[in-house]
């Protein structure tokens, strides 16, 4: 398996590549639509205790994507289209994690609305969702641009160490 | 014996559960089967910083797994729209737009982006991925966002701001 496939990249992909991602995106974003996640209010009306319907949207969730990893890792040898190994999703805990994680709850808090509910509240006609999704490209561009900064201003004091 | 609630579910779920565990289980699907085709975990919020990478210089959005994924993120982030698009023909006869402030919208998509990013992960790849996988990470970053989210959102609430 080479680095390329691992990674998805375009060279050699399977031409059902695209349609699986396609397929899986539209069943996803259908859902979000048919789950309410995708209106701000219902999530907002969640935070406030009002409605606590959304723990069943995010606990369906995980619990089919629990199934599937732990088949695809126990059970299935590698992906058919891609020749990737089937794995779950374990990133390291750093301070970032708890820091990156408290900034996300005031955001989610303040708006009610998250990546994938904006994009699918933009598809069922959500218009004004737009200003989200604008912030939450700035966002990712602030933090890239700080992380930048502060990697050439942490150069100088490791190196006189 | 006999126990008396303290709230019935119609306080508690005053619009049911169907459309919400349906949804949910859908959304799964969709985790699903991009993951058995592929063996990709996707989550939304890479998009982000993937997209990025066509327009800016910055490090951080041109390493070689942004580059690399990048094209295939806006085929699952358009997939999301035209899937949403396809409920709202279906069940929810037309568009639907939302009473929120937009500076609500725009200030906290802001700080949803900072933080899905430093924080290596948003609602579907920590929520839905993550704790799928049982990753400690994932579930340690659930409970900070869903915890700070309640105690935001009932602030901004007891403040007076509504939508």
Known sequence: MSAASDRGDADGRHPLFMP???????????GLGYSHMARPEVVLDFLQFDDLGLV???GGAAVVSAF???LGTR???RAPLTGKPYTRR???LDRNVLVGGGIFGVGWGVSGICPGAAYASLGVGNVPILWAIA????????QAFWRARTAETSVAPTASD | MELIPLVTAAELFPNGVERYAVGGLLIGL????IYLGTGIIAGASTFLESTWSYASNLPRFNRPKYLGSRDWRIVFTVGIVLGAGVYALAFQG???????QWWRLFGGGVLVGIGTRLGKGCTSGHGVCGVGSVSQTSLVNVATFMAVAIGTAQLVQAAGVSP
């Open chain 1, 20 to 30: 699986v991602i396609l397929l899986g995106g539209l069943i996803f974003g259908f």
């Open chain 1, 56 to 58: 069943f949207v995010m």
């Open chain 1, 90 to 92: 374990l990133k390291s």
């Open chain 2, 94 to 100: 037309g568009a639907w737009t939302t009473d929120v």
């Open chain 1, 75 to 77: 059970v299935l040898d």
């Open chain 1, 135 to 142: 912030g939450m490209f700035v966002g990712a561009y602030v």
């Open chain 2, 30 to 33: 969709g985790v699903a089967v």
């Open chain 1, 68 to 70: 599937t990893f732990a």
